[in-house]
């Protein structure tokens, strides 16, 4: 059976919606019931991210929804709460004399309770309120599906819908976990509004999971159709932004190999620069920065790499200077985020070959760092 998750971010423009509230491992449920006979599914991932959408929407609009204990500052003590109850982003404001968010009167809002049990069991049992009609519906939701990040954790190809979406499509990141092992994107599958139809799937990948924002829609070849880019690693995991791109040609995205740790794309002669910085030391200690560019011009659906240059510089005594060729490959195997104070701890995705890492231009042990 095939599951899609939905989820929507919180409104940045109240701080209190900021404060992140862990939970013991980092879990996304799917709840599904009805409201007046209508089939909704309500998306939580605990004190972060909340939103519910009716089955029947074809454009499954996403309501988002807030914790009271977010607008409380009480999600500490959330265990020690009897109910759980999500208000209607839409009826929330900010109030121009203190700054604090408010909620209207008229305010919609579900109200669980779970007289102690666990918050997110396998039923959630309440009511939702609409606040423009005054009127109050019993609603039953049960519990569909969870992922967890957790060591024993598995499962295999489930499907988590993305917070960038199209007029015309909508994409979810393809999920996969083995034991002791990351959650990893696969794959993605792109999904006609209209109808949710599946349009297409890009597979084969071995990504790092980035929950709700793996992707990103950009128009990089200004047709004013908008493109696909999917990220490749975690957040911060490396310098650079890090993304596979797609362009999207008549309603199929075709991947265009692009090079580089940050792309700029030029909309004047319609051109590509990927980009990649590699930070080092020398043997006087001396800073180095070797900067390697890689050209495309555009061309019927595809970027095509005309030419490549490797700039080396030193930052000490600002010696500026084509690369040798030991200087351009040692740049095209450092891996961007190594931890300058200690070289040996390095960030996720950074183990390069059996644990070992490249590190003034040599090959030295390395130990992955998660936290």
């Known amino acids: 059976m095939k599951y899609i998750l939905l ?6 423009s109240f701080p209190v919606f900021s404060a992140i509230y862990r939970t013991t491992h980092n879990t996304t ?13 309500l998306y939580l991932s605990p004190y972060l ?49 203190d700054n604090h968010p408010k909620i209207k009167d008229s305010i919609s809002y579900f109200n669980f309770n779970h007289n102690g049990q666990t918050q997110f069991n396998q039923k959630l049992v309440g009511y939702w309120f609409d606040g423009k009609k005054n009127q109050q519906y019993p609603i039953k939701l049960q519990k569909e599906l969870e992922i967890i990040d957790e060591a024993d954790a598995e499962f295999n190809r489930l499907e988590l ?17 083995k034991k002791k092992e990351k959650i990893k994107l696969v794959g993605v599958n792109v999904y006609d509004k209209s109808n949710h139809q599946l349009m297409q799937k890009i597979q084969n990948l071995h990504y790092s999971y980035n929950q709700f924002d793996s992707i ?24 650079g932004a890090n993304y596979d791109y797609y362009i999207n040609d008549k309603g ?64 000490d005594t600002q010696e500026h200077r084509k690369c040798n060729e030991e200087e351009y490959n040692a740049c095209l195997l450092n891996r961007n985020n190594i931890d300058r104070e200690n070289p040996h701890v390095i960030g996720e995705d950074n183990i390069l070959y059996k644990n070992m890492v ?12 998660d936290e």
């Open 49 to 97: 991210k909340v939103f519910w959408v009716y089955k029947d929407d074809h454009k499954q609009i996403q309501h988002a929804l807030s914790y009271e204990c977010q607008l409380m500052n009480s999600c500490d003590k959330v265990s020690q709460q009897n109910s759980l109850k999500l208000y209607d982003d839409k009826d929330i404001y900010l109030d121009e004399n």
């Open 29 to 41: 449920y799917a709840y599904k019931g009805y409201i007046e006979n209508k089939e909704v599914t």
């Open 216 to 239: 990103y829609l950009e128009d990089i070849n200004f047709d004013g159709n908008l493109d696909l880019a999917i990220k490749k690693y975690a957040s911060s995991a490396r310098i």
């Open 161 to 177: 819908l993305q917070t960038n979406s199209s007029d015309k499509f909508y994409f979810t990141a393809v999920l996969s976990k």
């Open 252 to 315: 199929k995205f075709v991947a265009t190999n692009l090079w580089g740790s940050d792309i700029d794309f030029n909309p004047k002669d319609k051109s590509a620069t990927g980009k990649k910085n590699c930070y080092n030391y020398n043997e006087k200690q001396q800073r180095i920065l070797t900067t390697i560019q890689s050209i495309y011009h555009y061309q019927k659906y595809k970027y095509i790499n005309i030419k490549n240059s490797c700039q080396f510089k030193n930052i």
């Open 358 to 369: 490249w590190y003034k231009d040599k090959f030295i042990d390395g130990v992955v760092d």
């Open 7 to 12: 989820a929507l971010l919180l409104i940045p």
